[in-house]
């Protein structure tokens, strides 16, 4: 059995008390008895003295009756129990027996006769008897003894009245006492250890618990100190909450707290058979303001939407951010999808009004995808998933719209999915394959080189754009993988084509943005070594996404290209941020237009005027200029006559397999050995005009 404090105190208490009176009862009775003792013997020798002192006038005078009279006279003595006048040879001359006393009456029976000095030498050996023996005499003559015993049974019978009356007295004393003390301890002990131990289990689930103090003792003191430890203990929680549900720089709840009242809404609205709609609202081109303005600019713009928002939905809608430029909003109790659309107009709204920011006028945007519980998903990861697919729907459609997700948005992405994993198996099982697209100088169309395409030949679905594919791979990071192949086989193709007696020209390999992270440098080098390529033969392409990476390592990898002296040329010009600043900062050999511009040739005058531009500016910077997606004479007639020095498109020739490459080349070969002789005839004529 568990003891509690109370219960020990008071026992502890109780036995201290018990044995305190006890000791004290004990000592008490002991004295008390030996008193009363004393007292009995006292008057046992006064008796005795007497009788002594007065019978030998009756011995002497035979005086029987006399004697008879003195020992009668001990019948009236209280405690005593006989009195004999023995004569010196032990007769008995006058006797006095209370056999009513129980020890002499148990010996009178047992004894069965009326021989006293028999009788009184049994009851030697009674110890509840006190012996007393008088000598009587009378000139120095023995005439007898007298002979007193006195019963202690009266102090016995005292003693054990006087221990019951104090037991009582002392058990009631010490059962009120230790009750009383028992009192006192539960209030001014117990409760308080009591209100603790509650105070700090309510502490311990993470409540803020506190204890009313009343007193300065040490109680009152521990309470203090409990008071402080809480105090500080629920501080300490309060902001680890923060930290681990909230986000530092908004002061929004974060992903973790964000799902945490998603799964609440569920819980809640599966009850009460409610919606709620999930907005998966981020900011377009964050990135842009980030690189161009700074990070804190786009730490305030951030803090600065995250407020806007909040500002506009009700107190029961929660605002989260995500991480980065993405914030969610969970609106509960939604009617109808009027009212959703309503509230994801007003915050694209919120966001896109003009802000200052460090004295900088900046007008932020965002895509909105919205999923609805229970229509779009009954649990937290569909809703999620699909509030998210229909942000990227968003992106992909418009930026600055608001999206609601459909199923169709699903099937896609199942579609996505199903792509991701047949890409996978694409590159091993040789459904990849290269393709080159010759490109030519566009004054004279001499083939100067090709740019490497790739090809996805899938099993079901038969040819797959890159366009298709390579944003996927690139999201996925298999791009890496796909890229990495498609460089060492352009690499090996060089080869091959250089060993068996051709002039390839240049390859132009399109590069990712995410393979560009991996250092890329590094792998050229190598393969350029190990294929043993001139480096110039080599011509990286890298679209302006490149650029909007980590300045730093961007530059550094550049130049490190640079260093390995291969070509770097910027793809798709103008269809990206066409940052004047980026073809400062960062070094380019060649330019390529993208088809877009073209297309406009030569009639569109806003194409016109942008080629042109284009061209000036590419002059001013020293770079080459290769237009893509020429498809007519116009086209490159205009080109030509704008000093455009390349032009790659299907006037020219289509993109073509390896072995119909291989053939191009061939017949080019011959095309270009014709070129070269007709140039050393033209100079050998020009040198002989002049010498003329
Ligand atoms: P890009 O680098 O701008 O490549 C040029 C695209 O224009 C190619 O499309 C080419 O077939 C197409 N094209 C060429 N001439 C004409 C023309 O006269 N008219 C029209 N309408 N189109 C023309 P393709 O092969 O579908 O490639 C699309 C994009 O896929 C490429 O654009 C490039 O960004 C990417 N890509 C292709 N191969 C690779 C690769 O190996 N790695 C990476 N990272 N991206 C690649
Ligand atoms: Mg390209
Ligand atoms: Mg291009």
């Known amino acids: 059995m568990r003891l509690g404090l109370g219960a020990k ?14 000791g004290n009862t004990f000592y008490y009775l002991h004295s008390s008895t030996r008193f009363h003792e004393q007292q009995l013997l006292e008057r046992g020798h006064a008796l005795g003295r007497l009788i ?11 005086d029987f009756l006399l004697l008879n009279d003195y020992t009668r006279q001990m019948s009236s003595q209280r405690d005593v129990v006989y009195g004999v006048i023995m004569s010196p040879k032990g007769v008995p001359l006058s006797s006095y027996i209370d056999d009513s006393d129980p020890a002499i009456k148990q010996r009178v029976k047992s004894t069965k006769s009326d021989d006293i000095p028999k009788l009184l030498r049994d009851l030697d050996r009674e110890a509840g008897l006190v012996r007393l023996e008088f000598p009587i005499s009378h000139n120095d003559a023995i005439l007898g003894r007298f002979l007193v015993g006195i019963s202690k049974q009266s102090l016995h019978d005292e003693f054990r009245r006087q221990l019951t009356i104090q037991m009582v007295v002392w058990t009631i004393l010490v059962l009120f006492l230790s009750a009383a003390i028992h009192v006192v301890f539960r209030l001014k002990v117990l409760t308080p250890i009591q209100a603790l131990i509650d105070a700090s289990q309510r502490v311990g689930r993470g409540e803020h618990s506190l204890v009313k103090i009343d007193s300065a003792d040490e109680i ?19 902001k680890l909450y ?39 609202v981020d900011l377009d081109d964050f990135k842009s303001v980030n690189d161009s303005l700074g990070h804190a600019v786009g730490d305030q713009l951030l803090v600065a939407t995250g407020t806007r928002v909040r500002a506009i939905l009700r107190d029961a809608d929660t605002v989260a951010r995500l991480g980065g430029d993405e914030f969610l909003i969970l609106a509960p109790d939604i009617d109808n999808e009027v009212q959703v659309a309503e509230i994801a107009e007003r915050v694209i709204r919120a966001i896109s009004e003009p802000q200052m920011l460090r004295g900088l006028k900046v007008m932020a945007r965002c895509s909105i995808g919205i999923a609805i519980f229970p229509d779009n998903g009954d649990s937290l990861e569909k809703l999620m998933a699909n509030a998210d697919n229909a942000m990227y729907q968003a992106k992909a459609t418009r930026e600055g719209s ?7 948005m699903n099937t896609r992405l199942r579609d996505r999915m199903q792509m991701e994993q047949d890409l996978n198996a694409a590159t091993e099982s040789g459904q990849m394959a290269l393709f080159f697209q010759p490109i030519f100088d566009a004054a004279r169309q001499v083939h100067r080189g090709a740019e490497v395409l790739l090809r996805w030949n899938h099993p079901e679905k038969g040819a797959v754009s890159p366009a298709d594919f390579i944003p996927l791979a690139e999201a996925t990071g298999q ?41 890329i440098s590094q792998r050229i080098a190598e393969l350029i070594s190990l294929y043993d390529i001139p480096a110039h033969a080599i011509e990286l392409e890298i679209t302006e996404s490149v650029l909007l990476d980590d300045h730093r390592h961007v530059a550094d990898e550049l130049s ?35 088809r877009s511009f073209v297309a406009g040739l030569p009639s569109n005058s806003e194409d016109v005027l942008l080629v042109k531009a284009i061209l000036a500016m590419a002059r001013g910077l020293d770079l080459k200029v290769v237009a893509e997606g020429v ?57 002989i005009g002049s010498s003329n």
């Open 560 to 594: 490190a290209l640079r260093a390995v002296g291969v070509t770097l040329s910027l793809d798709d010009f103008g269809t990206g941020y066409s940052s004047l600043s980026y073809l400062k900062r960062f070094r380019f050999d060649v330019l390529k237009i993208d």
């Open 9 to 22: 105190f008071t026992l502890t208490v109780l036995a201290i008390l018990a044995l305190t009176m006890a």
């Open 52 to 62: 002594s002192l007065v019978s030998p006038e009756a011995i002497l005078g035979f």
């Open 402 to 408: 608001a999206i609601f997700f459909t199923e169709e």
């Open 479 to 519: 791009i890496i993988g796909i890229g990495d192949w498609v460089l060492e086989q352009a690499c090996r193709n060089w080869s091959t084509w250089r060993a068996s007696g051709i002039e390839p020209g240049f390859l132009a390999i399109n590069i990712s943005r995410i393979q560009f992270r991996k250092r």
């Open 631 to 687: 498809e007519n004479q116009p086209q490159l007639g205009f080109l030509t006559v704008q000093g455009c020095d390349l032009a790659q498109g299907y006037l020219l020739a289509r993109p073509m397999d390896e072995a119909a490459y291989v053939k191009f080349l061939h017949g080019r070969q011959v095309d270009s050995d014709s070129v070269l002789r007709l140039a050393a005839v033209r100079s050998r004529q020009r040198r």
């Open 242 to 280: 923060r930290q681990a549900n909230f986000d530092t720089l908004t002061g929004l709840p974060n992903r973790m707290m964000a799902l945490d009242r998603i799964h609440q809404a569920i819980q809640r609205s599966k009850r009460n058979r409610q919606r709620f709609a999930l907005f998966f």
């Open 220 to 238: 009152g003191l521990l309470g203090q100190a409990f008071n402080a430890m809480a105090e500080e203990v629920w501080q300490k929680q309060e």
